[in-house]
């Protein structure tokens, strides 16, 4: 964790029930350090608030978005949302960054008023800051989130004949490309574990898959049990939980779903009462070493 000088807070008898949530097999427990890193130095070098320690306590709190607004969620009531405030018209992805959870980052899609604004929003009042503008890049942007072990922030585009995986700046939104993923066309979401294993659905397939981020090899996982349409997807890193918003086609609804992460089967928690989530993201400031 010297990548951001994190500070094991969790106890090694909480380190290590937390790596059997994470479904980390007990041989592979010893020595296991879990890290909270909202009480030290994140990877923007800031001091975060030890008021945000919920994070480590198993309650998820959410963020998510329809395009118009932003608002948040208790992930065990999803039909009760919060309002945060208006997206001035931008249908932005969303990202917990850094382990602040005074603000999340949001990338805007290319049919957004703001086309590929990568911006910083205060859940205060849903303020926007703009950083800059991500592009150029292939196709649309699809998927935005943290890798909380590297601090890299990745986003995916394209859809529905291929799709390309990039990191982008923090400081100027500049994409860089990293390449195209083999063997999935339409990655809708982008979603890292607590170890900074990086998932994906294809929306073409209606299924989940796991990325290498060195070879961008992809492998099938297996299908997600409903018709997914405009789609975002977190993990929660406190439980290991793979929570997914998304567009049910079939039922013609947005519903919050528990995904298990090595079948891709979901359970339906309940219904997002809004047509179409453009981005999800959960407080998570938790990371596991090794």
């Known amino acids: 964790m010297s990548a951001h000088r994190a500070q094991p807070v969790l106890g090694q008898a909480l380190a290590i029930a937390l790596a059997a949530a994470l479904g980390i097999p007990a041989a592979a427990r010893t020595g296991m350090v879990c890290t909270d890193t909202v009480f030290v130095d994140g990877f923007d070098g800031a001091l975060r608030s030890v008021g945000a320690s919920r994070a480590a306590t198993g309650t998820a709190v959410a963020v998510v978005s329809d395009g118009s607004n932003i608002f948040t969620l ?10 945060v405030g208006s997206s001035q018209g931008s249908a932005f992805g969303l990202a917990f960054v850094d382990g602040n959870f005074d603000g999340v980052l949001g990338l805007a899609a290319d049919y957004a008023v703001a086309p590929d604004l990568l911006a910083s929003i205060r859940l ?5 800051t703009p950083i800059g503008t991500a592009s150029p890049h292939n196709g649309d942007w699809h998927g935005f989130k943290q890798d909380p072990i590297s601090g890299t922030l990745y986003a995916v585009s394209g859809c529905p004949s291929a799709s390309t995986l990039y990191t982008i700046n923090r400081s100027t939104a ?10 999935v066309s339409c990655a809708s979401s982008l979603a890292f574990d607590a170890h900074g294993n990086l998932f994906t659905i294809d929306t073409g397939l209606d299924e989940l898959f796991a990325i290498d981020k060195s070879t961008l090899g992809t492998s099938l996982i297996g299908p997600i049990d409903f018709d997914a349409g405009v789609m975002d997807m977190d993990f929660f890193g406190a439980t290991g939980t793979l929570y997914v918003a998304a567009r049910n086609n079939s039922m ?4 919050l779903r528990e ?3 090595q079948s891709g089967a979901t359970t339906l928690i309940g219904v997002i009462p809004f047509d179409y989530v453009t981005g999800f993201a959960i407080e998570n400031a938790v990371v596991c070493s090794p």
């Open 74 to 83: 208790d992930v065990s009531a999803p039909e009760s949302l919060t309002l």
């Open 124 to 128: 205060s009042d849903a303020a926007i």
């Open 174 to 183: 500049a994409p860089h490309t990293v390449g195209v993923l083999v063997g």
């Open 252 to 255: 013609g609804r947005s519903e």
């Open 259 to 261: 995904m298990d992460p």
